[in-house]
């Protein structure tokens, strides 16, 4: 018996370890004991209202999961972030993607579904490297022509989002001389 349970917490204790060692937390605190050491921090369902200062101190950073929480806005100045290509905002109280999202240089998907945005800066233009942009459920009818330098985008997803059909082609128009797939929902009669 004793032996089972000695094996048994060096498993747990090897588990932890190599869950710590590849450079993904889903703890905060956790993180913070090694912040060099972080690849992947999963905040999600964490009840953050506002994005946590802490954050900066993660500077290797490559995927970063804030979804499912009640955080407003995005900070004003995201360089700290040189590393991160995955970032997930979904289902939060955002109403703006500001001009900070430039500072994403090395992002290549960015979800941010289910918020409340109205506004999308031209600076997303900056994200060289962006392949995937989910903006499914929120209050978008104008996106910035800018947009048509995001040569790397494949996909945009704008579905269920109330946009009548003239709007719908602004947008395509954007990507008509790409091979940018954008998804919309139908459109309304909405103006």
């Not at 889903?26 to 954050?55: F, T």
């Not at 992002?107 to 918020?115: A, D, M, P, S, V």
Request: glycine letters at 2%; proline letters at 3%.
């Amino acid at each position: 018996m004793r032996i089972a349970m000695i094996f048994l917490l060096i498993v747990l204790y090897r588990s932890e370890l190599a869950y710590s060692q590849d450079g993904r937390f889903n703890d905060l605190q956790e993180a913070l004991q090694m912040p060099d050491s972080v690849l992947i921090l999963d905040l999600h369902r964490k009840k953050l209202n506002e994005w946590p200062s802490e954050l900066f101190e993660f500077k290797n950073l490559i995927e970063l999961d804030l979804s499912h929480n009640k955080i407003d806005s995005i900070p004003s100045n995201l360089s700290a972030f040189k590393h991160l290509e995955y970032l997930d905002l979904t289902d939060n109280k955002i109403d703006s993607l500001q001009s900070s999202i430039k500072d994403l240089t090395s992002l290549k998907t960015l979800r941010l579904g289910n918020n409340e945005i109205y506004h999308v800066s031209p600076e997303i233009a900056q994200l060289v490297n962006l392949e995937y942009i989910e903006l499914w459920s929120n209050n978008i009818y104008y996106l910035p022509q800018e947009m048509a330098d995001l040569r790397n985008l494949k996909e945009l997803d704008l579905r269920s989002i109330q946009m009548n059909i003239r709007h719908q082609d602004a947008i395509r128009a954007i990507f008509e001389d790409s091979e940018t797939k954008v998804k919309f929902s139908m459109s309304c009669n909405c103006d």
